[in-house]
C-alpha cells in the first residue's frame, strides 16, 4: 500500500502555484488595455537573437578543433541547422535534423 508523502506532496503544491503564478503573472501586470512599455518591447527584439547566441556558444564550448575529429560533426550538424531554416524556416525540423545528424556523425562515421 503506498504511504503519502506529505513533503513530496507540499512539493507540488509549491511547484504548482509557483507556475501558476508565472503563468498569470503578465496579465496582471502588463493587461487592462495599457500600452506595452518600452523596455519590454526592445526585449522582445533583443532577446530570441541573445538567446540563440548563447546556445550556439554553449553547443560548440566544447569542440576540439585539434582533437581527431577537428571538430567536423559539429561544425556539419551546425550548418546543416543554418541551412535547413534558411531553406525551410521550421525550427523544429532544423533543430530535429541537425541533432540527428550529429549522432550519426558521432556514432557511425566518426568513430
Known amino acids: 500500500m503506498p504511504v503519502f508523502d506529505a513533503h513530496a506532496a ?3 503544491a509549491v511547484i504548482a502555484a509557483v507556475t501558476a503564478l508565472l503563468r498569470f503573472l503578465p496579465f496582471a501586470v502588463f493587461g487592462g488595455g495599457r500600452p506595452t512599455p518600452r523596455f519590454v518591447l526592445y ?3 533583443v532577446l530570441p537573437c541573445a538567446i540563440m547566441a548563447m546556445l550556439v556558444v554553449y553547443c560548440l ?3 576540439d578543433v585539434l582533437g581527431p575529429t ?3 560533426p559539429e561544425l556539419l550538424a551546425g550548418g546543416a541547422v543554418v541551412a535547413l531554416q ?3 524556416k521550421n525550427t ?3 533543430i530535429a535534423a541537425g541533432t540527428a545528424l550529429y549522432m550519426v556523425l558521432v556514432q ?3 568513430v
Open 10 to 12: 507540499a512539493l507540488v
Open 43 to 45: 526585449l522582445a527584439q
Open 61 to 63: 564550448r566544447g569542440a
Open 70 to 72: 577537428h571538430a567536423l
Open 86 to 88: 534558411w531553406r525551410c
Open 92 to 94: 523544429l525540423l532544423s
Open 108 to 110: 557511425a562515421v566518426f
